[in-house]
């Protein structure tokens, strides 16, 4: 189905956001739900995005150029990872900065865990 993907660049500020204007399809969700998984497992890779057992590894933005037709971004998780107040401060203002400022996203998928209830914190994300 797709025949190209690499991975582009990891973003810590807006202003690191990769200049090519594609469409963007958005993942985002918890730190422990698999988006990085996911997107391993959506391209038949195994190292395409990094994956780890440890929640909370993405800290960045993370844009995959797939086909050269559009990026598939992955941001960084919310809720359970073992990190600062500040660092969780950090996250959730380049988050919503993204979500400002970005004009080419084109689908937004929020990836829950089936297993769980979503947590407050997975309601707020869906009215943003």
């Given at each position: 189905m797709f025949e190209n993907q690499k991975f582009i660049a990891s973003a810590f500020s807006i202003a690191e956001l990769p200049k090519e204007k594609l469409p963007e399809v958005v993942l985002c969700g918890r730190s422990n739900v698999g988006k990085s998984s996911f997107i391993n497992s959506l391209f038949n890779r195994k190292n395409l995005a990094k994956t780890s057992s440890t929640p909370g590894k993405t800290r960045s933005i993370n844009y995959y150029d797939i086909d050269s037709k559009f990026y598939l971004v992955d941001l960084p998780g919310y809720g359970?990872?073992?990190?600062?107040q500040s660092e969780r401060k950090k996250w959730?203002?380049?988050?919503?900065d993204f979500f400002t400022t970005s004009k080419n996203i084109v689908l937004t998928v929020h990836v829950l865990d089936s297993r769980h209830k979503p947590t407050e914190l997975d309601l707020s994300l869906i009215h943003i």
């Open positions: 359970y990872a073992k990190i600062s959730g203002k380049l988050i919503n």
